[in-house]
């Protein structure tokens, strides 16, 4: 590749309009990057304490004990179970006799946690679809534009020759390469994440019908 076109000075000499698009895929490349690597550290520590969690919850401890020995900051099935037993005990000093009421309370409790972690395990995947979705478009208009500018440039020369039309076209087209470049890792990121927190909200569903069935067996104890 020659000097003048090299991608470094295709950029510096590009238009404006060229020049903000590429720094606004940039951007969003790099937040989006930085979000992807934030989803895997969040949704591996998610599947890591929820196998820690089960293993304790069926190892057949007293669930009192399990409770106190939680803290505030346990999230997961743990937040979901503290909610779960924190609700059924304060019911149970209510409705003594009223089982059904009880297991109500209980499930709406484990709900309310339950919408909370996932809203939690879905942050910021909304921006990764917004990315994938929007910066193949983003980059297009760039590209366009550049393209635009490459033979209204041309209609100010007797003669036009590849080598003026190159550089202004290679210009532009990098636009269109900074936008899949930004919208490629966002959408791949996206529909393993997303994927991943589906199969976790099943799991932490399957937990609450077993541990309301398991309520459910000791009050009729």
């Known amino acids: 590749m020659t000097p003048d076109l090299s991608l470094f000075n295709l950029i510096l000499h590009a238009s404006l309009v060229v020049q903000l ?60 179970f503290r909610a779960g037993f924190k609700e059924y005990v304060r019911m149970r000093k209510i409705e003594d006799n009223d089982m059904m009421a009880i297991l109500q309370g209980t499930e709406r409790s484990m709900r309310v946690a339950l919408s909370r972690e996932m809203d939690r395990l879905e942050t910021n995947l909304a921006f990764l679809a917004t990315v994938g979705s929007t910066s193949p478009y983003v ?63 099943n799991r932490y569903e399957e937990f609450m019908e077993e541990f309301s069935t398991l309520l459910q067996r000791q009050g009729r104890g």
């Open 21 to 80: 698009v590429l720094l606004v895929l940039l951007a969003a490349s790099v937040i989006s990057w930085t979000m992807i690597l934030d989803r895997a550290r969040t949704l591996s520590k998610a599947r890591r304490t929820a196998n820690d969690f089960e293993e304790r919850f069926w190892s057949g401890g007293d669930l009192s004990e399990l409770y106190r020995e939680l803290s505030q900051d346990d999230q997961g099935l743990a937040s979901i």
């Open 139 to 201: 980059g297009l208009f760039g590209t366009v534009w550049g393209i635009m500018q490459s033979f209204h440039a041309l209609g100010n020369v007797e003669q036009a020759t590849l080598a003026l039309v190159a550089p202004g076209i290679s210009e532009a087209l990098i636009a269109t390469a900074i936008g899949l470049f930004a919208a490629i890792p966002a959408v791949i990121a996206y529909n393993r994440y997303s994927n991943q927190v589906e199969r976790l909200n």
